[in-house]
C-alpha cells in the first residue's frame, strides 16, 4: 500500500503514453522534474510523486493500491484484470476517465497471401498474441477452437517465422501490418489511454487533491475537441 500521505501515480517510463502522459501533468498543473532514469518523480507545487514504470505493470500496482492512480491503455487493463480474475488476484480499479490518447485496437491479421478469410478459418489454427486473456475470450464467444501462443514482443514477425497461422496485435495505422505482410481482419478490442485509481482509496487528503484535478482534466479534454 502506498502509506505516504502523497499522491501516487504510475506512468509509463518510455513507450508510446509516456510523452501524452508527462503533458497531461502538465496541463494539469503538476510541476515535475522528470529526470532521466529515476523510477520516481517529485511534484515541487503538490504532493504528488510520479512513478514511472513499464505500461504492464501500472493495473496491478493500482490493483495493489502501490499506487493511487495510474495511467494506461485500455487493452493492458482488461488483460490485467482477466489475468487477475483466473487467478484470483484483485482487480478492482475505479475508472476516472478515458483519455484522448493512445489510441488503437486488438484485430486479427492473417498473411495477405492467403485472401481474405471467414472466422472458420481459425479452427484449429495458432494465433500468436501478447493479450492471451483478451484473445482466448473473444474465441470462446466466437466458438472458434484455435490454440493461442503467447509472445511478449515482435507478434508480427510470428506467422513469417513459423510460429502461429495468425496474430491477434495492437494496430493503429496499420503500416506494421502492411510492412509485414498482413491483412487485418475483425477487430477485437478498441482502446484508449485511461485514467484508474485505486478503488479502496480512502485518504481524504487525496480524495480531495483527486477532486481538484478531475475537473481540471474535463478542461483539458473539452478544450481539445
Ligand atoms: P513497456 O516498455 O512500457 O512495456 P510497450 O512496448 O509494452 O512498453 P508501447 O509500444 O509503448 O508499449 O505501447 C504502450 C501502449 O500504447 C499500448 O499498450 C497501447 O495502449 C498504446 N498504443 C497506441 N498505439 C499503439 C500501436 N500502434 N501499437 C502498440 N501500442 C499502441
Ligand atoms: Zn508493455
Redesign the pocket.
Known sequence: MNTTNRLRIAI???????KDCQSLLKQLGVKLNLREQRLIAHSTNMPIDVLR?????IPGLVMDGVCDLGI?????LVETQAERERVGQANAVKKLSKLDF???RLALAWPQELGQQSKDWFNGKRIAT?YPEILKQYLADENIDASVVMLT?SVEVAPRAGLADAIC?????GA?LEANGLMQGDTILE???CLIQNANLNDDNKLSLINKLLPRLKGVRQAKE
Open positions: 509509463q517510463k518510455s513507450g508510446r503514453l509516456s514504470v513499464r505500461d504492464d505493470d494506461v491503455g485500455e487493452n493492458v493512445g489510441y488503437c501478447t514482443g496485435d495492437l494496430v493503429s495505422t506494421t482502446s484508449n489511454a
